[in-house]
């Protein structure tokens, strides 16, 4: 089993067969690395987590971080202890990026160099993050979707399958732009459905949704709901045609 002499591997964890695991990397107290698992250089793989067959872990990623709490955070509660991060086969994880404990990767999920998934995450089989991507605490991402360089997603969304969300997308989950406590009770991230589309540097306000196979065009900024299958664009947003059905997903899109 090679592990390097510089590696420090609790006596309670696991590596599996044939994983290899670099110089000075930790693996915590019963944490599991499956067989076929390559960790590089100065990886951090905290208590509990768990990590499939196969999974590449680059250098100097963090797995099973815990979330820091300010006393003034609106949406990083203390509450109960986080489930463990689950991280399936063949997933891959790039360098410098970080996987919040509470977090569940599918199969062979890719999280590129420097991004971040937070706490009580989900994301899909076969889904890309993209470097830089950030995706906060309690959003689900569907399968096979495509999240492109430093597109962030707010906390509370949802992203269904196959969607896409080109470089530099912002959400947002508060109307009220961090004044009053009724805000609180209001935190709605976006709904994002199965096969729609967000061009470059696009803009959802919080609790709006899009629908299925539509597209929001590069730069528009959506303050209602970009309707099944059309196309809208600018500020604000208007829908303006219809996906052109070579680009549907039931046409081979």
Known sequence: MPVAAT????????????????HFSVIGAGAEV???AVIG????????????????????AVIGKRPMRSPRSATT?????????????RTMIGTGAVVYRGATLGDRVLVADYATVR?????????????????????????????ETNAYLTAYSTVEDDVFVA????????DYIGRT??????FAGPTIREGARLGVGAVILPGREVEGEAVVGAG???????ATGRVHVGVPARDVRAVVPEQLRENGG
């Open 7 to 22: 590696a420090q591997v609790h006596p309670t964890a696991s590596v599996g067969d044939d994983a290899e695991v670099g």
């Open 34 to 36: 499956g067989p076929g």
């Open 41 to 60: 250089h100065h990886v951090v793989i905290h208590d509990g987590s768990r990590l499939g067959t196969g999974v590449r872990v680059d250098d100097h």
């Open 77 to 89: 509660t203390a509450g109960p202890e986080l489930p463990i991060t689950d991280i399936g086969e």
């Open 119 to 147: 706490e009580r995450v989900t994301v899909g089989d076969e889904t890309i993050v993209g470097r830089g991507v950030a995706i906060e605490n309690d959003t689900s991402v569907g399968r096979r979707c495509k999240l």
């Open 167 to 174: 470089p530099g997308v912002l959400t947002s989950n508060d």
């Open 181 to 186: 406590e009724a805000r609180k009770a209001a």
């Open 220 to 226: 528009a900024v959506l303050t209602g709901t970009a």
